[in-house]
């Protein structure tokens, strides 16, 4: 069984940093794309950033400059540095994970993705 498990989250005011992670129960974890999404209260899911297994990098031009997304397949672990945080940026944040081998197709389409994590939340103060 598939799991991920988000961690990081936390409140943090206007122009702070945080970084996220979400560890995998993946094995060859490198052959697995991963994403990173975000839900606002009364907001539908929205893409944030992508990863493939290749660590080429995909953001939505909401967090581009500001965030960026890595991995460590010794870890199992994609991560999400946040920096220069907005308040509207407060949402709960969930990562993603494609079929092993998939490639190409819209890495911020939330179809595209076979496994969930559960979402920690991330709240920034103005």
């Known amino acids: 069984q598939v799991q991920l498990v988000e961690s990081g989250g936390g409140l943090v005011q206007a122009g702070g940093s945080l970084r996220l992670s979400c560890a995998a129960s993946?094995?060859?974890?490198?052959?697995?794309?991963m994403g990173w999404f975000r839900q606002a209260p009364g907001k539908e899911r929205e893409f944030v950033g992508a990863?493939?297994?290749?660590?080429?990098?995909y953001y939505a031009d909401s967090v581009k400059g500001r965030f960026t997304i890595f991995r460590d397949n010794a870890k199992n672990t994609v991560y999400l540095q946040m920096n220069s945080l907005k308040p509207e940026d407060t949402a709960i944040y969930s990562c993603?994970?494609?079929?092993?081998?998939?490639?190409?197709?819209?890495?911020?389409?939330?179809?595209?993705?076979?496994?969930w994590g559960q979402g920690t939340q991330v709240t920034v103060s103005s």
């Open positions: 990863i493939s297994g290749r660590s080429i990098e």
């Open positions: 993946l094995r060859t974890f490198s052959n697995y794309p």
């Open positions: 993603a994970a494609r079929r092993q081998y998939s490639s190409g197709g819209d890495y911020s389409s939330r179809s595209m993705y076979a496994y």
